[in-house]
């Protein structure tokens, strides 16, 4: 409900967990049972209205998280590690009930640019020259959460997702009128991906523990070999797969 006072006051205990700090605070979504307490329409100095805060602990990416956007992983079939890029779809998820002031254009099959992307290049901030959006029908979770769609791939880099003016509004907000609405607060979901594959499989191979891959690990390899490749013998194949480790990561 709105409020007159530009603070929140008082005390919110959910169970055992008392909601701090006020009004952005920590607890995740799920820890409390997957619901939120916010304030829309809540007045600040000036008379305007802050909408509803994003919920960063509750984000995917958490907000500053590091996600391995590349990875290595166990090909079933051929017996050998691989490095493969793991699927990727970031999720924003608010204090309160968020609706799209946007519509879909024909045929794209989600709502087009809600919020703004953009990436840390050159010592600032670059809009990602893409699409991105929300699903056209939101999870039935009160509208508080949903994933963020992009047209084209995501590569590595640091990242953030930014509210676009007039695309994400609050929604059961009190005390507007006359078709009045208000957008959510401003707010910045910064997180960074990697590509972890590389350390990964210098870490699987690496023998002597020494973070590089080189003959050292080749002779530990025939002195007592590893089975690398988990088919129940220590052989041929997983020292093959080591020197195919060595050429491509070793020095």
Known sequence: MASASPAWTGTVNVGSTTLSPTPAYTPTAASIGGGAAGFPGLVVAGGGRAG?????SSCFPVANGVF?????????????PECVTAQFTPRVRFYGPVERAVTSPQGQGYVASTVTVQQFVGQQWVDVADTFGTPDTVDGDNYRAFPVNRTGS??????????????????DVDGLTGGQTQDVANFALEFELVDSCDMQMIQYFDRNGDQVLDGADVAAQVVNPVDFNLDGSADSRDMWLLLQAVSRYGR
């Open 154 to 171: 995501w590569d590595v880099g640091h990242f953030r997702i930014v509210r676009r003016p007039g695309a994400l509004k609050c929604r």
């Open 52 to 56: 509803y805060d994003l919920h960063g």
């Open 68 to 80: 391995a956007i590349r990875k290595m992983q166990w090909n079933s079939l051929t017996l050998e």
